[in-house]
Every structure is written in structure tokens, then in C-alpha cells.
């Protein structure tokens, strides 16, 4: 689950998987399972960094 995760706990969680997985020595079962974890993480940081664009632009528009 992400819902209590920060932003930058959630990058650093899917640097270490991508770190482990480009090692190729994890078996095939746990890969795909930190596959899954990964995507999920992506996911999740993908919409915080959506949220934070919107949130900006609203700001800049109350702004000018």
C-alpha cells in the first residue's frame, strides 16, 4: 500500500527496486513481485507529481 508513503519515500523505495532487480539475481518470483511493487510505486508518484502541477498553475493563476 502507498496511501502512507511520502513522495520522496516512495522514490527512494523504487530506486532500491530497480537497484535489485537490474542486479538479476533475485529469483523469478520475488522479481515479478517487486515488478508489481514497483509499478505500483510509479504509479503513486506520478499522480503526487500531477497533484503538485495542478496545485501550482492554481497558484500562479491566482497570482497574475
Given at each position: 500500500m502507498t496511501d502512507d508513503l511520502t513522495f520522496e519515500q516512495a522514490i527512494s523505495e523504487?530506486?532500491?527496486?530497480?537497484?535489485?532487480?537490474?542486479?538479476?539475481?533475485?529469483?523469478l518470483a520475488d522479481a515479478v513481485k517487486a515488478f508489481e511493487r514497483g509499478a505500483e510505486l510509479r504509479k503513486f508518484c506520478e499522480q503526487k507529481l500531477k497533484d503538485a502541477q495542478l496545485k501550482i498553475e492554481m497558484l500562479s493563476d491566482k497570482s497574475e
Open positions: 523504487l530506486e532500491e527496486i530497480v537497484k535489485a532487480l537490474e542486479c538479476g539475481k533475485m529469483p
